[in-house]
């Protein structure tokens, strides 16, 4: 089967495209879970990259896990507690933790339907977007089993217990103007002009340094689980890096000079 993962570079704007619209973008095999581990690892280490934008080729953003496998007790679902156990640990779980360590912004493009592991796939990237069209369910609970991906932890930190609450225990779909309307997404748009909303908001991120918004990315992340004083601590250490950078210099220069800023990572 080809690669799961299309990869698009624009400057410092990263596109990532699921490319398995036959079967719904399901996240069904040890391969693409790999593709995701790996192309966060090259993100990270190139300091060029300064936004990720993620959607999904086809009808729908994601499907989730493939429910025919789980019937049959195949591929990512086979083996015994024991062992399945361990798939899910050293498989799709490693997709949250790549993403959550991934330093640069991430936008979710959500082109329509993200499904159990789908919403939770789109629960891990920074900010989402959503086309009028688009679905979200967190529908684990309707075939008797429980989020094994984290969305658990994802989902309420967005959306708040009640609304968590609410999605997880009834497994009930809701629409895009309804996940507005919850701090699910950020922006509906028409699905004929989403890729171009998603790809302006990646502009703008794009259009700072990098170091800054790699900092920043990392403070927001620390912020949910630090006190007040640790993360003000952390902030003023950031804060001495990020004021000894060359991008720093010229992004002040820039302002007072009334000029557009030429960042160069550095």
């Known amino acids: 089967m080809s690669a799961f993962l299309q990869i698009e570079r624009d400057g410092g704007i990263v596109t990532v495209r699921m490319n398995h619209p036959e079967t719904r973008n399901a996240l069904t095999s040890p391969e693409q879970i790999q593709e995701f581990v790996d192309l966060c690892a090259q993100l990270r280490s190139d300091r060029t990259a300064r ?26 679902f086979a083996g015994s507690p024991y062992e ?16 959550y ?26 900010i989402r977007l959503a086309a009028s069209s688009a679905l979200f369910a967190e529908s684990f609970v309707r075939l008797g089993i429980v989020p094994g991906d984290g969305g658990a932890w994802l989902l309420p930190r967005i959306i ?24 699910l997404v950020e922006q509906v748009c028409t699905h004929e002009t989403l890729q171009a909303e998603a790809q302006a908001l990646a502009q703008r991120i794009a259009a700072n340094p990098g170091h800054a918004l790699r900092l920043c990315k990392r403070l927001l992340r620390e912020g949910q689980h630090m006190r007040l004083d640790s993360l003000l601590e952390l902030s003023a250490a950031y804060q001495s890096l990020a004021h000894h950078t060359e991008d720093h210099q010229e992004a002040v220069a820039a302002f007072v000079e009334k000029r557009n800023p030429d960042y160069l990572d550095r």
């Not at 080729?57 to 989730?64: E, I």
């Not at 399945?84 to 993403?99: E, F, K, S, W």
């Not at 708040?160 to 309307?181: H, Q, R, V, Y």
């Open 51 to 76: 936004v990720m934008v993620l959607t999904g080729n086809g009808s729908a953003f994601c499907a989730g896990g493939n429910v025919k496998d789980m019937r049959d007790r195949a591929g990512i």
């Open 84 to 99: 399945l156990r361990n798939t899910y640990r050293d498989g799709i779980q490693r997709i949250p933790i790549a993403l």
């Open 101 to 126: 360590e991934l330093d640069i912004p991430t936008i979710a493009a959500v082109n329509g339907p993200a499904i159990g592991a789908g919403l939770d796939l789109a629960c891990m990237c920074d």
């Open 160 to 183: 708040g217990i009640p609304k968590a609450s609410l999605m997880a225990f009834t497994g009930d779909t809701i629409n895009a103007a309804k996940a507005l309307e919850w701090g």
